[in-house]
């Protein structure tokens, strides 16, 4: 039905989308203007990363609907927005960087403002070096989300401990970001080159399917009694998590959150049960249902993303470990909320892909010149990877005194680096090329993510900074 | 039995030297380190916060299995060694062929290898010396350092550039076992530990990581220690002023700070904490006498001062946080929460002692019997520097080998072994031609383009070289046949 809407619209008419989004920029801007001119203070760093938040969502917007409607003029505006969106970031990281005097790496907030920054770079690198314009439809959703988590963050400049005083420091960490990048971009370009080798719609809507079921899953791993879902307690007047003793938190159980997560993740599992059974079956009128369902699931990823904001963001609850009423916060629960987000954004990826595919495959490099972006990217990226080891490695010499010392970070970083290892031997000496080394890159990117947020939040170590 | 022995010993090496085995020892190293990472480890965790994580079967169970103590597992250390001997011997296996690449440049291409290289072009020519010559020029042009080879039976020209990319794996791999033995060598002889030190202490006992104590050959005094904080009160720097004392002489002194170790004979030695010792450094007392007398004294635990020439006053307790229970005074913490004082002030010339104390304890106190009264005008407390002391002789290994890798990757990833020949030949139907060919060993899409730059070059330099060509071709013999 979506998709005879937006087939009957004439391409002339994609100005409105335009202008919507110029109205609403400069709408928000005037707004933010007025409240400027009030306490007379105009570049400082949370002015400029709301401007930043502002083009960046107008950005998103106009790729999104460059996604939906293939109106390339929407592009052109688009990238318009990222570059007033970079330039306000650049004044936000340049900002922070005279405060605190140093680099913005200090804390999980400076990262995260350093990592929407690389990733705009990265957009229009992509987008006007190597003609992949629908990046932005990927990138700038992450760039929103990680302004947004960073409003709920400590911003505070925190004078650095005497662990950190030390150039390896930024020398460490501008290299890992660097190579995180690359590997997110590998990671983006194997994604697109499966749609550009033809790999089936459906086995798309599996994956999707399958990767929001996860989010879910991993969701509901705090499903507590009576349906309710337990949350960290947050402290709003320290900005921190409560604990009942040290390295002990401190949960609260949100009621009846639990049942609603339950219920969105039976509907999110239904377009993958959909697929199975059609897959058995032979039946690709089974698609067309699972289809709908995603479309159902959205709906109901939204509602869950908005009950679950407005319950988290206030209110009192009771604890099962201790007295009394706590507060929690978005902040408590970074995971979350970026799994809510990304499952939505993943599930309207699904759609854009179904919707519009044949533009894609059109707009698009061809599958062999992504296999060999890809590769080549990689071959950025390893090399970076191993540089950014060794200097962690001289660093932790000078400072504890041992060169490794099987940290978990540590420890996942040589497992990032033996597995684009494995990828590299795999090309090279037995010829992977297509869907296999795709599939690796896909692999790769994983094992970073977890070692870049899985590692600081779920395993106990001594990165305790970021 | 010999020849079963040498098939076994045959398969052995097929097996180690395999890709196949290379990858799956991999992937159990990347499953093990990733579960040394997601089960709690057991020097760095304590053992009660190991009690609290797990069940007492779950915890006998993880330790039968060495699963809380992964790294150093004997089994882990195998499988590293097991992988670098399988590094060693695909090394082997492969690096006589890319030797021969690497030694011996085919630099003559004969009938065979023209024929079934995948780049190559044929460019009319009046005669041969002049072909040579275009695509000397060309070469020449583009940065190539052309060679003229002599065959058994025709000229040809030779170029290329970056040999090193063939052999730039095995520098990685050889890097790679060069990280390995420097951490080998770390695990046999290397040595952690930490001692704390206060103002003026010298040591040269360390107590190591797992229990013992090492002896160093030399003693490390500390001459002072301090913290500087942030407004905020957070710690902005630790320092520590250290002298090295080997057979009573100071060797060397050094103010060390997080990230700027003292080394002395292979030994570093690193400010890792800052903190109270919870024990009194300095207590300045002033005392006044019944007459009206007033004095500053300055006692430390256990020192005895003279007030006057009869008067000796001894500090013989300092208790940084007091409770009274039963009539004893305990000390309920190290903090400084509610000190207390014990002064004993003798006479010399009755030798009669009585017990100061401050606050005036009941039950324990004479205040009123002592020629003087005290009172605390100043208060410090010591601190003790707290020292990670290290020696890592493999550790040059670890930094040789990743400066290696570092410059192998380079020659893998950025560097491309570029071949050009040039060969003067008579192509099928008779006609005098220039056969061009070229391969590269990477990065094939640039290479493309540069070959169709070279073609390009030799076909306008064959242009301007055609007059004197002309003129030169009555001096020349005609090519050979092919």
Redesign the interface.
């Known amino acids: 039905m979506a998709r005879a809407r937006v087939e009957q619209q004439p391409a002339t008419t994609g100005n409105t989308l335009i202008v919507v989004v110029g109205l609403g920029i400069a709408f928000l801007l005037f707004m933010a203007f007025l409240n400027v001119v009030k306490s007379g203070n105009l570049l400082n760093e949370s002015n400029l990363l709301y401007a930043a938040l502002i083009f960046y969502a107008g950005a998103g917007a106009l790729y999104l609907g460059f996604g939906v409607t293939g109106t390339d003029s929407y592009v052109r505006f688009a990238s318009i927005a990222t570059w007033a969106g970079l330039a306000a970031n650049t004044g936000a990281v340049a900002h922070r960087w005279y405060e605190a005097g140093h680099p913005p790496f200090a804390s999980i907030y400076e990262m995260l403002l350093s990592f929407v920054w690389t990733l705009a770079v990265l957009t229009i690198v992509a987008e006007k070096k190597f003609q992949v314009k629908v990046i932005g439809t990927v990138t700038m959703p992450v760039a929103i989300v990680g302004v947004v988590l960073m409003q709920l963050l400590r911003t505070d400049v925190?004078?650095l401990?005497?662990?950190l005083?030390?150039t390896?420091l930024h020398v460490h960490v501008t290299l890992a970001m660097l190579a995180y990048a690359a590997c997110a971009l590998s990671f983006a370009l194997a994604m697109v080159f499966l749609i550009q080798d033809k790999m089936k719609t459906e086995t798309f809507l599996a994956a999707t399917s399958l990767f929001t079921v996860g989010v879910y899953a991993g969701i509901l791993t705090r499903f507590e009694k009576w349906g309710g879902l337990s949350l960290i307690a947050w402290n709003a007047q320290d900005k921190a998590e409560v604990f009942v003793q040290k390295?002990v938190r401190l949960f609260v159980v949100i009621p009846d959150l639990g049942w609603l997560m339950l219920l969105v993740l039976l509907v999110v599992a239904a377009p993958f049960i959909l697929y199975l059974i059609g897959r058995v079956k032979k039946d690709e009128s089974f698609y067309t249902v699972a289809n709908r369902a995603v479309f159902v699931s959205i709906l109901l990823q939204v509602l869950a993303l908005a009950v679950f904001l407005l319950r988290a963001s206030s209110g009192l609850y009771s604890s099962l470990d201790a007295e009394g009423l706590y507060a929690t916060s978005l902040a408590a629960s970074p995971f979350i909320l970026s799994g809510l987000v990304g499952g939505i954004f993943n599930s309207l990826l699904y759609l854009l892909l179904l919707w519009r595919r044949a533009d894609l495959e059109r707009l698009l490099p061809t599958a062999d010149n992504l296999d060999?972006i890809t590769y080549k990217t990689i071959?950025?990226a390893?090399?970076l990877l191993?540089?950014m080891i060794?200097a962690g490695?001289?660093?932790a010499?000078?400072?504890?005194?041992?060169?490794?010392s099987?940290d978990?970070k540590e420890?996942?970083a040589?497992?990032t680096w033996?597995?684009y290892?494995?990828y590299l031997?795999?090309r090279i000496?037995?010829g992977w090329r297509g869907r296999r080394a795709a599939y690796f890159a896909i692999l790769g990117f994983a094992v970073v993510m977890f070692t870049f947020f899985g590692?600081t939040y779920l395993?106990?170590g001594m990165h305790a900074y970021a | 039995m010999a020849a079963a022995s040498s098939t076994i010993r045959r398969k052995v090496w097929q097996s180690l030297s395999s890709i196949k085995t290379g990858v799956v020892l991999l992937i159990i190293v990347v499953i093990l380190s990733a579960v040394g990472t997601l089960v709690l480890q057991r020097p760095v965790t304590e053992a009660d916060e190991m009690q609290r994580a797990y069940s007492p079967q779950m915890l006998s169970l993880l330790d039968k299995l060495g699963l809380t103590d992964v790294f150093h597992a004997w089994w882990f250390v195998a499988l590293l060694i097991l992988v670098s001997l399988s590094i060693v011997a695909a090394s082997i296996d492969r690096f006589p062929n890319a030797w021969r690449y690497f030694a011996r440049p085919y630099k003559s291409p004969d009938r065979p290898f023209r024929r079934a290289l995948p780049t190559q072009i044929q460019i009319p020519i009046p005669d041969e010396e002049t072909g040579l010559v275009a695509a000397e020029r060309s070469l020449h042009g583009m940065g190539f350092k052309p060679e003229r080879v002599v065959g058994s039976d025709r000229l040809s020209i030779f170029a290329e550039r970056n040999r090193i990319s063939e052999v730039a794996v095995y520098i990685v791999h050889a890097s790679l076992l060069l990280i390995f033995l420097g951490g080998i060598i770390d695990a046999l002889w290397g040595w952690r530990g930490y001692v704390s030190l206060t103002r003026g202490q010298e040591t040269s006992i360390v107590g190591l990581r797992d229990g013992k104590q090492k002896n160093l050959s030399f003693a490390i005094r500390c001459d002072g220690a301090g913290q500087e904080n942030y407004k905020d009160g957070t710690p902005k720097k630790w320092w520590s002023q250290l002298v090295v004392v080997e057979n009573g002489r100071d060797v060397q002194k050094k103010e060390i700070v997080v990230n700027d170790p003292l080394v002395y004979g292979g030994v570093r030695v690193y400010q890792a904490s800052y903190g109270p010792t919870g024990k009194l450094d300095k207590l300045v007392v002033n005392a006044s006498s019944l007459a009206g007398e007033k004095k500053d004294l300055s006692l430390s635990l256990d020192q005895t001062v003279a007030v006057d020439a009869d008067t000796d006053v001894k500090l013989a307790e300092f208790i940084p946080d007091y409770v009274v229970r039963d009539n004893q005074v305990y000390m309920r913490s190290t903090e400084v929460e509610n000190p207390a004082a014990h002064f004993i002030v003798t006479s010399k010339k009755s030798g009669k002692q009585v017990n100061f104390w401050l606050p005036p304890l009941e039950g324990f106190a004479e205040n009123e019997q002592s020629p003087y009264q005290f009172t605390v005008e100043d208060l410090k407390m010591g601190y003790y520097t707290g020292l990670e002391i290290s020696h890592e002789p493999g550790q040059w290994g670890v930094w040789a080998g990743v400066v290696l890798m570092c410059v192998g990757l380079a020659f893998v990833f950025y560097i491309a072994h570029t071949r050009f020949w040039a060969v003067p030949v008579r192509d099928e139907k008779g006609n005098l031609v220039l056969w061009v060919g070229g391969t590269v060993n990477r990065n094939r899409d640039a290479f493309e383009q540069r070959f169709q730059d070279l073609t390009e070059k030799i076909k306008s330099e064959l242009k301007e070289m055609k007059p004197a060509a002309a003129f030169r071709r009555k001096w020349l013999r005609s090519p050979e046949k092919n």
């Open positions: 925190h004078p401990v005497p662990a005083q030390s390896w390295g060999r071959c950025i390893f090399p191993t540089l060794a490695a001289y660093w010499n000078r400072t504890w005194g041992s060169y490794w099987w978990p420890t996942w040589a497992i033996l597995v290892a494995g031997h795999m000496t037995r590692v395993l106990p």
